[in-house]
């Protein structure tokens, strides 16, 4: 019998130790042998070989039920080594994530304006009507708000139309000298290929003492921007309005698609707008209490400059999430 328990505790496996269970208690097995010679023996015989082949029986058993959980958690913690996933393992088939390309644009003229040493500001997206209006030479009823329609809520309250009330919150909360920009998000009841009812802007802001800021600044600023952004381009200040700015211009870019011979993009212009700027109007330093003050300040359309970097033709493609469009810009 000892070679049985021998074999138990040499088995290296759980199918090594089924084979022994059965060549030691199936139907042809040792212990069925045994129980079987026992039937000739002598009476007193047969109780000794019971009483032995019971033990047996019994211990052999034991044997092979902790041999048997020993060999299973070796096996489990071995399986378990094989089959662990490296969660740091590159894998071909994972798709990176990206920057959608409106937000990498915008990070791009952020990058410029704070290598400018401009300071970052946000304001709120559920504006007054005093910040994102009044304050900024727009009174109510003044013809010049309907540029901006925009959704309103209650006593006054709506979704800003341009980023141009972070001026006059940085103004409220800080003394000047100010030099800022305010990335975000904006919003105005439009909807066609060229405009979404939310989009994105930049605004900028310089105020120094007055006399000191003048518009062949905002001139030499905003060309060098519009070179790093889109290479070398022409430039070209319109003259424009806007309440907020004296003088106001509109600054053009030469065609991006046809470099200015004229195309349906530009039509046939050879020219492209691409932002608002001007000399800060006195009156919203008044609305703001700052005295004795200059300073210009400007806005861009974050989608727009997206749409001419990357040549796309219809504005709304861009908040589609379709990912095979989005995947190309990567
Ligand atoms: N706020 C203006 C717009 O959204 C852009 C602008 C900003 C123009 C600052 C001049 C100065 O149309």
């Known amino acids: ?169 940085t103004m409220m909360q800080n003394k000047p000298p100010i030099r800022m920009i305010a990335p975000g998000s904006v919003f105005r009841r439009d909807y066609d290929i060229t405009h979404t009812p939310m989009f994105h802007q930049v605004e900028g802001l310089l105020v120094d003492k007055e006399g000191k800021v003048s518009f062949a600044n905002l001139k030499f600023i905003l060309e060098d921007f519009l070179k790093y952004m889109f290479g070398d381009v022409e430039v070209r200040f319109r003259p424009s309005f806007f309440p907020f700015t004296e003088p106001s211009a509109e600054v053009d870019i030469s065609c991006v698609f046809c470099k200015g011979d004229g195309c349906r993009v530009c039509s046939k212009t050879g020219w492209l707008e691409v932002l608002g700027c001007g000399i800060v109007d006195q009156n919203v330093f008044e609305a703001v209490n700052y005295e004795n003050v200059s300073g210009y300040a400007f806005g861009l359309g974050v989608e727009r400059f997206t749409m001419l970097i990357h040549k796309i033709g219809d504005l709304r493609s861009l908040f589609e999430g379709d990912i095979k469009l989005l995947e190309q810009f990567q």
């Open 1 to 169: 019998m000892k070679e049985w328990y021998d074999a138990i505790e040499e088995a290296q496996s759980v199918e090594r130790l089924e084979e022994i269970r059965i060549s030691v208690f199936g139907k042809k097995g040792i212990l069925a042998e045994g129980f079987a010679k026992m039937k000739s023996a002598s009476d007193e015989e047969k109780a000794q070989i019971a009483k032995s082949l019971n033990t047996h029986k019994n211990a052999l058993t034991n044997e092979l039920v902790l041999k048997k959980m020993r060999l299973q958690t070796l096996e489990l913690e071995a399986a378990m080594k094989a089959e662990a996933i490296d969660v740091s393992l590159y894998s071909a088939s994972s798709q990176a994530g990206a920057l959608h390309p409106v937000m990498e644009t915008m990070d791009r003229i952020v990058e410029y304006f704070t290598a400018m040493n401009f300071a970052v500001k946000t304001g709120n997206m559920v504006e007054d009507d005093f910040n994102n209006f009044e304050a900024l030479n727009l009174p109510k009823h003044h013809p010049a708000r309907d540029m901006q329609d925009t959704f309103y809520f209650k006593d006054e309250m709506l979704l800003r139309t341009h980023t141009s009330p972070v001026q006059i919150r």
